[in-house]
């Protein structure tokens, strides 16, 4: 009995010294064998056009090299984002934090660089780290052996990269250009001693959807598959989807977008043939996928410039290649271009990834995945911890192929940039695999709030809600409940309460005739026109606000000439006021306290201001006159969109519950 466990016991260890040998011999001579990462990220690239994903694209031949990434990796095909959009997929990616957490809710805001992010880590754990390309995140990188950004969103031709020394400009395609630097860090740039985590982040296909030359050239010849609801008329769906801004029928422009210049080819075309209606859609459908997968042909043709210096150099047997996109993107799919939406097309988001010795090639991993992961996995893969606050989870079981048997079942959604371009609603979702919760609030919602249910087995294009379906409403009780605990589990904030503006002595004007207006609010702008109407008058404000040591906007309407804020600079009350470019501030003298608490502000005609805080006055002030021409930016809660009021420095979003505000205009 004995002798015999011994013997198994001696067999199961040969065994894994024989599995440790293969990776081992596998592993080059870099310090330690830690694996390097090169995690590859583009902007709006759609997984529909990614040949592994399958799909109405998979015959194009687009993405020869990304499909072999797949063919000798994995290929996550429930791959999504927490946020559709642009900054804050980037923020979520750096800090593995949904954007609640880290503080960056939409492409507007600031991120505070100071938080933790994964790359601070894994510098501290040895490893080397580089950033190139497109980040669209505002301020010097942390972090960072070695970064080189695109400034914003970048240029096409010809870019501008931010360094940590100035800007510099190179001559030639975004991709083109942010490859060449990859590749010029890999050969002369980083340090053969360490591993390295190298991040190369493409601006295309973002919009306008630039191709290099030799790329457009062959790809103004091609014709692509249509999508089946490219004429969807939304019925079926509510007010969300049909009130956006974002079809190739209406928001789609012909010059910039579609190139249709003076003396163009395009232009002559459509002087000739003069096509309306569904053929100019069509038209239009065809000239956009021409010169977006020309954008997504020229990354996956750099794509393998990488995966071929990886083989030259021997690096590709210790380097973990991953691909991702900040999220999806509409081809065509509703009579759509953008993101956005919790609709399938931009909340999912293409992931593949190889590892030779470790992921078994040609896995399809269908585990429900999402961008909160990424950090905790490059930490994970590098053997450093992983803070206890990040959000996700590591996917390197699944890498493995060892899926841990509480692997989550349901993710957790939510889009906040609204109002603003494309005019997508905000909304929150849950997402089980099968089916879709999604609740619509804020402005301009019927009843303040608005559901739609999916079930993607039988309608995968969600074309249909059948949240209203009797036979459904224990699929929505249970999803309810679900949305409940994952927002406790992810610490979403209550929701902010309310936001009640009375307009007193109403005048003529964009905000006239609207009485007492009541919003459930989360986040952000009201649409101008139901902003107060400031000029000549005073007005009585209050909010009530949970303070947890944290710094930013709580009401903010107008900017840098005409406008208002109250805010936290310190833990300190502040009250701003511009009138006619002239600048006043009162603030209180001390700190809050941890805490709930109501600030609340007299602004008379006279221009005397008073700050209570609780009730008891902390501050008092002139600012000679009432509100003076009524300004352009509207009314935000939380946040100063548009051009600022004060001086605030990183504390514009206020991170944390607003319970209520009320506004009160005074004639
Ligand atoms: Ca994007």
Redesign the pocket.
């Known amino acids: 009995m004995q002798m015999s466990l011994s013997i198994q016991m001696g067999a199961l260890v040969l065994a894994l010294i024989t599995a440790n040998a293969r990776l081992a011999a596998a592993a080059p001579t870099q310090a330690g064998g830690k694996p390097n990462i090169v995690w590859i990220f583009t ?2 690239h759609g997984y529909q056009a990614i040949g592994a994903y399958g799909g109405r694209l998979k015959n194009e031949n687009l993405t020869p090299n990304i499909d072999s990434i797949a063919r000798d990796g994995v290929v996550f095909e429930r791959a999504y984002v927490g946020n559709s ?2 900054s804050p ?1 980037r923020a979520t990616l750096l800090t593995g934090k949904h954007s609640h957490m880290n503080g960056k809710f939409d492409n507007r805001g600031a991120f505070n660089h100071d938080q933790p992010q994964f790359q601070k880590i894994l510098r501290e754990s040895g490893y080397q780290t580089a950033m190139i390309g497109k980040i669209h995140l505002d301020g010097a990188m942390q972090g960072f052996d070695y970064w080189e950004v695109l400034p914003g969103q970048g240029r096409y031709i010809n870019p501008q990269f931010i360094t940590a020394a100035g800007r510099t400009e190179y001559p030639g395609h975004s991709t083109d250009i942010v490859t060449d630097r990859a590749l010029n860090w890999l050969e002369s740039g980083m340090d053969a001693s360490k591993p390295f985590m190298l991040m190369v982040h493409y601006k295309a296909p ?1 919009r306008n959807w630039l191709p290099a030359e030799r790329i457009m050239k062959e790809f103004r010849k091609r014709t692509f598959p249509e999508p089946d609801n490219l004429f969807d008329d939304y019925t079926g769906r509510g007010t969300a989807a049909r009130g956006q801004d974002m079809t190739i029928e209406t928001t789609m422009t012909m010059r910039s977008d579609l190139k249709v210049t003076e003396g163009s080819e395009r232009a002559a075309y459509l002087a000739e043939h003069k096509p309306v209606g569904k053929d100019l859609i069509r038209w239009k459908y065809q000239a956009y996928m021409q010169d977006y997968l020309g954008c997504v042909a020229g990354v996956d043709e750099n794509i393998g410039r990488i995966l071929s210096y990886l083989k030259e150099s021997g690096l590709d047997k210790n380097t973990v290649v991953m691909y991702a ?3 999806g993107f509409y081809l065509g799919e509703h009579g759509w271009f953008d ?1 956005r939406f919790m609709y399938e097309e931009s909340f999912r988001t293409p992931l593949v990834a190889r590892w030779p010795g470790v992921i078994k090639p040609g896995t399809r991993n269908r585990d429900l995945v999402q961008n909160i992961d990424f950090a905790e996995t490059f930490l994970d893969i590098a053997g450093a911890p992983i803070p206890a606050d990040m959000q996700g989870r590591s996917l390197l079981p699944l890498l493995k192929g060892e899926t841990p048997g509480d692997w989550r079942k349901s993710l957790y959604y939510h889009y906040y940039e609204y109002p603003a371009e494309h005019s997508v609603r905000r909304h929150e979702g849950v997402f089980n695999g099968r089916h879709k919760l999604i609740r619509f609030y804020g402005v301009n919602v019927p009843d303040g709030e608005e559901w739609e249910l999916f079930d993607l087995e039988s309608d995968p294009s969600e074309m249909k809600s059948v949240y209203a379906d009797p036979e459904q409403a224990g699929t929505v009780k249970a999803l309810k409940v679900e949305l409940e605990r994952l927002k406790k589990h992810y610490a979403v904030p209550p929701e902010d309460g309310g936001l009640e503006i009375r307009q007193g002595n109403q005048r003529r004007g964009n905000s006239a005739a609207l009485g007492t207006l009541k919003f459930t609010f989360k986040r952000g702008a009201v649409p101008n026109n139901q902003a107060p109407y400031l000029s000549g008058r005073g007005l009585e404000l209050s909010a009530e606000f949970t303070y947890n040591g944290h710094d930013g906007v709580l009401v903010a309407q107008g900017g840098a000439s005409e406008g208002y804020s109250l805010w936290l600079k310190g833990g300190i009350p502040q009250w701003s006021v511009n009138r006619s470019d002239l600048g006043v501030t009162i603030a209180g003298r001390d700190k809050l306290l941890p805490g709930k608490h109501t600030l609340s502000v007299t602004h008379g005609k006279d221009g005397v201001a008073a700050l209570k805080l609780n009730g008891e006055e902390i501050a008092r002030g002139s600012v000679g006159g009432g509100f003076g021409v009524q300004p352009n930016d509207s009314l935000s809660v939380g946040v100063d969109s548009g051009s600022p009021v004060a001086e605030y420095g990183r504390a514009n979003n206020y991170p944390d519950v607003i319970e209520q505000v009320r506004i009160e205009m005074k004639p």
Request: hydrophobic share 10%.
């Open positions: 902007d709006d959009i642009c997929s973002h996109s900040d999220q993101k």
